[in-house]
């Protein structure tokens, strides 16, 4: 290949990419199916469900035409090769313009299916008619949905193309190519799986993912799963109806709390060992702290070091009752002095705290 083809192939490539899975700077320039047909396609605030109806349908029938539009650009940028008469056209062309034309053509008649009786045939509408009445339609549904869409009270979160919507009634989940919709009392929710990441992309903080798998009891209703952030799990769970399940290796942290005591505790975990010596113990054990008052923990509460360190200011440990060791770590940056203060806790919670991870505060070592 030559190297204006070589050009357009990979800047079409990177369009069409993008095109299909829209980055936030795609949806900043307005280079969506959404913002280019936003006459044809109305509002989705006015009219929930019809406008999902049209933007199904428009989004497949543009990414459909993708391969077709590259054919025509290679007319332009290949000129040599003759494409604009595909009977001239090298065979592995012609076979390619073939495929290209096809594509949209089995598209449209599959909108054109759709769209009988009023969108009836879409899977959309065919998902809500499960849900209708025997003296209605699957309209009276959609009317409902769209009623309780415009509400401000309602759920929204994630991603354009992998959006989830809690109603008062409906879980919805609205992917590019479908809109996925379950009642609430007929569904079952149990969170599957979660993932860890060091940093997101929004704030560059840690952030964990979620996965709820939606099942519905109702007969043709076809299973889902949604993805969100963990932060907002207990706003999901004041909208919900129903409880959401766990399983057995999903932990949820739905605090930057939570997420950091889970860093701080896998950071300590590779440190080496210190064990106490017996002098220290021994001398440990003769002193103790006013009632009520919260102790300063160093390495945790443990018949073999109540209150005093075995190193020097500053470092990190987590104790070994059973053993009387204590892992020293490494000195984190912090405030004042380059250190992190130390950590006091309610007597209540001290005797909790085998295992756990806490800092050692500035000060001279205990003899």
Known sequence: MDSPEVTFTLAYLVFAVCFVFTPTEFH??????????????GSEDAAFVPYHLRRTSATLLCHSLLPLGYYVGMCFAASEKQLY???QAPEAWQLFLLLAVTLPTVTCTLIYY???DRWACHPLARTLALYALPQSGWWAVASSVNTEFRRIDKFATGAPGARVIVTDTWVMKVTTYRVHVAQQQDVHLTVTESQQHELSPDSNLPVQLLTIHVASTSPGVQAFDIRLNSTEYGELCEKLRAPIRSAANVVIRQSLGDLFLETFASLVEVNPVYSVPSSQVSAGRGQGNPRGQ?????????PCDPLGPPTGAGGLHRLHADACQREAGEDLPGGGRGRVPAVLLPPHVVSHLHGQVVRQPPGPAAP
């Open 28 to 41: 900043s320039a307005g280079l969506t199916v959404q913002n280019l047909l936003s006459g044809w396609l």
């Open 294 to 302: 919260s102790p300063r923990v160093w390495g945790g509460h443990t």
């Open 85 to 87: 008469s595909p009977s």
């Open 114 to 116: 759709w769209s009988w």
